[in-house]
């Protein structure tokens, strides 16, 4: 009896193990399950703020006065729910620019918040003794002279993911360029990593302009940028306190520069890396914002863009706030060309986020919304696939809203037509694409097309239509139509998509074809 038992438990064994379908094998490179939730955040900030903001200055040569640095209104919490109504997922904030000033009281210098007139006026009534970061690990109503702390209590009161840029180069420590430097680095980095909670994304900046005020040396420094500062200890130091955060540096490792300031991705976008060949400061530009479709590590980009044409807060740029429309199409360009959107807010020196620039990104989070508001894909749609692998990786998978069901094609299938016929005409000028990256990114080439009357035309997208990734928008006139075609036309293997929508953004259709020219007006800043 007991050999039957036992039999009759391994015969079920096998036919589960028979029945089990197969998913397609990954492949490399492959994300990690932090980069897959770093990149579904999307879009999120970044706060420029420090003497700078004072000092009407961009790079802060690190001579600024302490006495200089007073906010009279600063309202972290101010921040977060202008963030929070903008539709951003997280903020990253200057904790050190290259001025070397710390937002948060450091132990290791004098340079930071603890010596300014807003740090005396804040603690004075609760005790400078409480009022360090170091003692209550972002608690709000004792954090009163830390900013990285305030800011840390206002992200964890709204929700909102928080991360630090601390800037390698360093123009106000008279030891900058000597091993004792490093030791600074790297101690700064150790408070960063331990005294605010959890946080999602760690900025090593990849500037080193050379000349600086060094303690009064007000000489050129020249380091070497690819050993100096010994990343590779810094990483260790960043995955030991805070495993999921994303590191950024021009080559990773978590995410990448995307190789411009202007807030975009190329329509072509890997999210590979031959990781040994970038460094920070890596000039190759056009390298960065399409990836090495060779590469050997995944390191997504990230697409860094500024509010105002500047990073700090300058008065005369408070009409030169960028349009909703402008960050509208932006979006399509980071987001929707397989990256993420880092846009920064210049704090002001009131210590507030400007009214403009408030308007602006809630205006350009709405305008977002009402655009991709309505998938009539999921309104119901019938979908023909020309191959699909199994029926555990159907193409109702692509409509169903779930991240982790996809549609799959058999191995060795690497092209493959999907037919999407709506009940009724449609008018539609919005596609969106994305494969299922846990798995690797795969497509290479695919067209877009529609039913017109009894012919397939191409949709006019106005860009090359090659990489999907994460996420692909296409923008086009807009058509009405009884069906939508996808063909996937070239793939490095059996091809894995988890969402597939079609929109219709009424209003949008003057402007889907971006005016290309005003990228220029925005002089790349390095
Ligand atoms: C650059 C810096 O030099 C700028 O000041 C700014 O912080 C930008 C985000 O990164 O490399």
Request: include cysteine.
């Amino acid at each position: 009896m007991k050999r039957l038992i036992i039999f009759g438990f391994g015969l079920c064994m096998a036919l589960a193990a028979v029945a089990q379908p197969t998913a397609p094998a990954p492949i490399g490179p492959l994300p990690t399950k932090h980069q897959v939730a770093w990149q579904q955040m999307e879009t999120y900030a970044f706060i420029h703020f420090g003497p700078n903001t004072f000092m009407d200055r961009e790079w802060g040569y690190g001579d600024a006065p302490l006495s200089a640095f007073n906010p009279t209104r600063l309202d972290c919490e101010q921040w977060v729910r202008v963030l929070k109504a903008a539709g951003m997922r997280g903020v990253i904030i200057t904790a050190k620019h290259h001025d070397g000033f710390c937002l948060w009281p450091s132990k290791y210098t004098d340079y930071s918040v603890r010596n300014t007139p807003w740090y005396a006026e804040r603690t004075a009534a609760s005790g400078a003794a409480s009022a360090d970061a170091s003692t209550d690990k972002g608690d709000a109503s004792v954090n009163k002279g830390d900013v990285v702390g305030q800011l840390a209590a206002a992200c964890k009161k709204y929700g909102l993911k928080m991360g630090v840029y601390l800037s390698p180069w360093d123009r106000h420590q008279a030891f900058y360029g000597t091993p004792l430097y490093v030791e600074y680095f790297h101690a700064q980095l150790e408070e960063l990593m331990t005294q605010y909670g959890e946080l999602f994304e760690v900025w090593f900046d990849g500037a080193n302009g050379g000349d600086g005020y060094y303690g009064g040396a007000r000489e050129e420094r020249k380091i070497d940028r690819r050993t100096y500062y010994n990343f590779p200890r810094a990483h260790a130091t960043v995955f030991k306190h805070q495993p999921q955060a994303i590191i950024f540096s021009d080559g990773g490792p978590g995410c990448r520069w995307v190789g411009n300031e202007k807030g975009y991705a190329f329509p072509t976008n890997w999210s590979f890396l031959r990781i040994n060949d970038v460094y920070p400061g890596y000039a190759q530009f056009e390298e960065l914002q399409s990836g090495h479709a060779d590469g050997d590590t995944w390191v997504a980009s990230e697409c860094d863009v500024s509010i105002r044409p500047g990073w700090f807060y300058h008065e005369s740029e408070d009409d030169r706030v960028k349009t909703p429309e402008y960050l509208t199409d932006l979006y399509y360009r980071s987001v929707g060309h397989n990256g993420t959107l880092l846009l920064n807010f210049p704090v002001d020196r009131d210590g507030l986020i400007h009214p403009s620039d408030s308007a602006s990104a809630v205006d350009f989070r709405k305008r977002i919304e009402a655009e991709l508001k309505t998938d009539l894909f999921a309104k119901g749609v019938s979908i023909k696939a020309s191959d699909t692998r199994d029926k555990a990786f159907p193409a109702k998978a692509l409509t169903d809203g779930n991240y982790d069901t996809y549609w799959a094609t058999h191995d060795g299938v690497t092209s493959a037509t999907l037919t999407f016929t709506f009940k009724r005409q449609q008018r539609v000028n919005r596609l969106s694409l994305q494969e299922y990256i846990p798995l690797g990114q795969r497509v290479k080439a695919f067209t877009a097309e529609y039913l017109d009357g009894k012919q397939w035309r191409k949709l006019d997208v106005g860009e090359e239509t090659t990489t999907i990734g994460y996420k692909r928008l296409l923008r086009f006139p807009a058509v009405t139509t009884n069906a939508l075609r996808i063909s996937i036309t070239d793939s490095r293997g059996p091809v894995c998509l988890n969402a597939v929508g079609a929109y219709y953004a009424a209003g949008a259709e003057a402007s889907y074809e971006a005016d290309t020219s005003k990228y220029d007006q925005q002089k790349l800043l390095r």
